[in-house]
């Protein structure tokens, strides 16, 4: 009986979530997921292929979390904040990198089913911490940059609601000194609209 109570009260609680709602004005969302930067640095690039090369692990982290604005049925003001955490280390040694960046701009859904695409100006910067076995450690950060954002998603239900998403977006940031940092990175989202 318990199995069957507990069995029917999730059918329940997924039609709920996925039942079809008209969206609202406001909306709110998040991502985790996964990517990699090919970084503009070459002596940062070089240090992450011979750390590679030397048999270090590596973890990829994408997060990002935004809003949405309703201007019309197939266009969206969207804004927010997302980061890469790219941690590298092994045996008390390590690289990590993370690119926190702000962006604003517009999502649009051409009437292809579910898909979306959003172009967006960013800004954001890239810290970079060092450090071997507790006797040296640095951190540095680039200069502050202003690129932009591409992205697509596709929504699994149309409407309003609790919506889950997955997506790919291109970062192309400005770090300074002629360099450029591209970031691709694949997430699952959800989002409330």
């Known amino acids: 009986m318990k199995k069957f109570l507990l ?6 609680c997924s039609a709920l979530l996925f039942a079809e709602s008209e969206r609202k004005f406001f909306g709110f969302q998040f991502a985790l997921g996964s990517g990699y930067t090919f970084y503009g640095d070459d002596k940062l690039q070089s240090n992450v292929n011979d750390t ?9 982290l994408y ?3 935004g809003i ?5 049925d197939q266009l969206y003001f969207l804004g927010g ?14 690289t990590h990198h993370a690119s926190p960046t702000f962006f ?18 960013a800004i954001g910067v890239r ?59 694949l997430y699952f989202r959800l989002a409330f609209r």
């Open 7 to 12: 069995t029917l009260t999730l059918a329940l």
């Open 52 to 60: 590679m090369r030397r048999g270090y692990s590596r973890i990829i």
């Open 63 to 65: 997060a990002d979390a």
């Open 68 to 72: 949405t604005l309703k201007l019309t």
């Open 81 to 94: 904040f997302q980061s890469l955490f790219d941690f590298i280390w092994k045996d008390g040694d390590y």
């Open 104 to 121: 604003g701009g517009l999502q649009f859904y051409p009437e292809i089913g579910n898909l979306s695409f959003s172009l967006a100006y």
């Open 127 to 185: 810290s970079d911490m060092e450090g071997l076995s507790d006797k040296y450690r640095k951190t540095e950060s680039t200069k502050w940059g202003n690129g932009f954002r591409l992205s697509a998603e596709y929504d699994f239900k149309k409407g309003g609601g609790a919506v889950p998403c997955i997506g790919a977006s291109y970062l192309f940031m400005p770090t300074g000194f002629d360099n450029y940092d591209n970031t691709l990175a």
